[in-house]
């Protein structure tokens, strides 16, 4: 009896801890619009916490991000476009691209960017004001990313 009350208080918060690692089926199935909506918002927080001008979706480079993403989930691999056509098609003087592949969440995949030293220096780099932002589902369920970076 002393035993399974004292297993019952030793489980118990390992349960709500448990509970609260979990995501939400919100958290866990965001739409594509929602995920690249917070990677966004995590660019920017990064941005403002070293005291940069947010960026803006820009159309030509969400076009171009969405592009690249689905090239990637399509083909099932992760790489970089070319981004001289980009600057050209954008109409821009700077550009720059970050990739993934295989992160569920913003939050994790905006964490392994800003970890990467060159990554990190796209997303905090103070010319770029413009940003396209994209997320796409390959056919075997991996997630690839794309954001282009771009200053007129």
Request: aromatic share 6%; glycine share 4%; charged share 20%.
């Amino acid at each position: 009896m002393l035993t399974s009350r004292l297993a019952r208080r030793c489980l118990a918060p390992l349960v709500l801890m448990a509970a609260s690692l979990t995501p939400t089926i919100a958290q866990a199935d965001l739409t594509q619009a929602q995920a690249e909506r917070r990677t966004l918002a995590w660019h920017n927080q990064a941005r403002a916490n070293a005291d940069l001008v947010r960026l803006r979706q820009a159309p030509c480079l969400k076009r171009t991000a969405r592009v690249q993403a689905q090239r990637q989930a399509n083909q099932q691999r992760m790489f970089h476009q070319p981004l001289r056509p980009v600057l050209k098609r954008c109409n821009l003087r700077m550009v720059g691209e970050n990739v993934a592949q295989g992160y569920r969440m913003p939050a994790g995949v905006h964490r392994a960017w800003m970890r990467s030293p060159g990554h990190r220096a796209n997303i905090l780099e103070p010319s770029y004001r413009m940003v396209g932002v994209a997320r796409a589902r390959a056919q075997n369920g991996d997630l690839y990313w794309a954001v282009v970076f771009g200053h007129r």
